[in-house]
């Protein structure tokens, strides 16, 4: 008899846990009461050759909530350590299970990981599980990190448990499913350095190579190494180049959580600004201000030479000619991050060569717009569409001079007016994961069970670029409040 279930169309390796056993410790997911499917990422489900179909039904959610695990699956907890705020403790998946990697039709290798699905070795008193808001939040983040053209990873599923977690009060109890180029970090490094044995760190070097890195191919005089190093230098100097561009704060910039694969990972207390200030702080525990808007290139250049560190033993035999390769790489940080980030900055005003006053003219910009407390998302889009009236920077004679200015500087190039237009369309969004709506979305999924406001938030920002009517009300920015705006880890 022939049957009629419908197959999910997982695929399955796991070439991570074919390193050393010291990066890993094996178990399975904590299995929950009452599991209950809340989101399904159907195109992300399409692009790995999963039927969203078979996902949905019994089976489907059983694996996303680790009650069940897929065939070819080899769950694993990953160790790793990290700088958290500065100081190095000893971490790891503390609260996530690797299922192993999908293959997807497209032969990539794709990490499987549930979030919040119980406790392994590494959970240091913790419970091991994740609430609900927090789980939402990494998705529609993620989401819409990834409409904005930025490398991140992403969410496959949300499933409640039935049970409730505790944190700062009660709440839903869930597990994310998240799809990322892999969960190598920073800090997998250095637990490999710290802890490891002689070999580990060459194989994790090499394992990461092999994975991130397959086109490097090392001449009979290259290290290739060395060519990690300046390959993860320059990923992550676009990366937080394209952060600064659209005005993301990541918010807890620890060495854990900058992944080797040059991917935006582990959105906890994550924000997007609206005035423009460099300063700008959401995370409640940055009470310092070290994560801060205008602060992540230098904390970007800081991980990275954490990274560096780690390969010393690999970059050359000799301590002072490693060291002399390792700070030649990280020199370049800066010039790569900057030159991304100007060229974006051109392109968000139309500008398509380069001229020696556009930097200037950029930082004059940016700075009426601290001075005038002007929101970065909508003085970009107000430029794009060429309505000026709503923003009080507008209005200045210090911009009517700016202004003057950037209109020449446009009229110098060979584009026409309208090629430079659409190049800002295509690189200033319209719409943003504006704080507030994010928290609206959030507060009707937990307390209300109600996830239509979190769907047509995702609609919007879908389409981050596209400057529709219908999205206008996205747009808008939140009522005056005495009270700042906070984000917390979820942890």
């Known amino acids: 008899m022939m049957s009629n279930k419908i197959e999910a169309g997982w695929n399955l390796d796991n070439s991570y846990a074919r390193l050393p056993q010291t990066f890993y410790s094996k178990l399975n997911p904590t299995p929950v009461r009452l599991p209950k499917l809340i989101v399904i990422n159907r195109s992300l489900a399409k692009d790995l050759g999963l039927n969203d179909k078979a996902l949905e039904g019994e089976e489907g959610v059983a694996i996303f909530a680790g009650n069940q695990l897929p065939k070819g699956a080899e769950p694993l907890a990953q160790a790793y350590a990290g700088h958290q705020f500065g100081h190095f403790n000893m971490l790891g998946d503390g609260r996530a299970i690797l299922l192993g990697e999908q293959i997807t039709p497209d032969g990539e290798q794709v990490d499987i990981q549930l979030k919040g699905s119980g406790r392994t070795p590494f959970s240091r008193g913790g419970d091991g599980r994740a609430g609900l808001g927090p789980m939402l939040r990494e998705y529609i983040i993620s989401e ?83 060519l990690l190093l300046q390959g993860v230098i320059k990923r992550q100097a676009d990366l937080i180049a394209k ?39 959401f995370s409640s525990i940055d009470r310092q201000g070290r994560y801060a808007y205008g602060n992540q290139p230098y904390i970007g250049s800081w991980n990275l030479s954490r990274f560096a560190e780690t390969l010393l033993p690999l970059l050359h035999e000799k301590q002072e000619q490693a060291v002399e390769l390792a700070q030649d790489a990280l020199s370049e940080f800066s010039k790569l991050y900057r030159s991304n980030w100007l060229k974006g900055m051109r392109a968000k005003l139309g500008l398509f060569n380069e001229e020696e006053e556009d930097e200037a003219l950029i930082e004059d910009l940016l700075s009426m717009m601290q001075k005038h407390r002007a929101d970065y998302t909508n003085t970009f889009r107000a430029l794009t569409v060429n309505e000026q009236e709503d923003l009080d920077l507008f209005h200045s004679p210090e911009f009517a001079e700016w202004q003057e200015r950037w209109q020449k500087r446009r009229g110098r190039q060979e584009e026409t007016k309208a090629s430079s237009e659409q190049l800002m369309k295509n690189n200033n969004p319209g719409v943003i994961p504006r704080n507030h709506r994010v928290e609206d979305a959030l507060e009707a999924a937990v307390e209300s069970e109600d996830f239509s406001v979190m769907e047509r938030l995702l609609e919007a920002l879908s389409n981050p670029f596209s400057y529709t009517s219908e999205k206008s009300d996205y747009c808008k920015l939140p009522a005056p409040s005495n009270r700042p705006y906070r984000t917390f880890c979820g942890t």
């Open 144 to 226: 819409a990190m990834h409409a904005l053209g930025i490398a991140t990873t992403r969410s496959l599923a949300v499933v409640t448990t039935g049970e409730s977690v505790y944190r700062e009060t009660e709440q839903p109890g869930a597990i994310m499913t998240r799809v990322a180029a892999s969960h190598i970090r920073v800090g997998t490094f250095q637990y490999a350095a710290h802890w490891g044995k002689d070999d580990d760190l060459q194989a994790l070097a090499d394992y990461t190579l092999q994975r991130h890195f397959p086109d490097v191919k090392a001449g009979e005089n290259d290290n290739p190494y060395l």
């Open 243 to 281: 952060w600064q561009l659209v005005g993301f704060i990541h918010g807890v910039m620890n060495t854990d959580n900058m992944a080797i694969s040059g991917e935006t990972i582990d959105y906890g207390p994550c924000a997007f600004m609206d005035v423009y200030d460099p300063a700008t702080v």
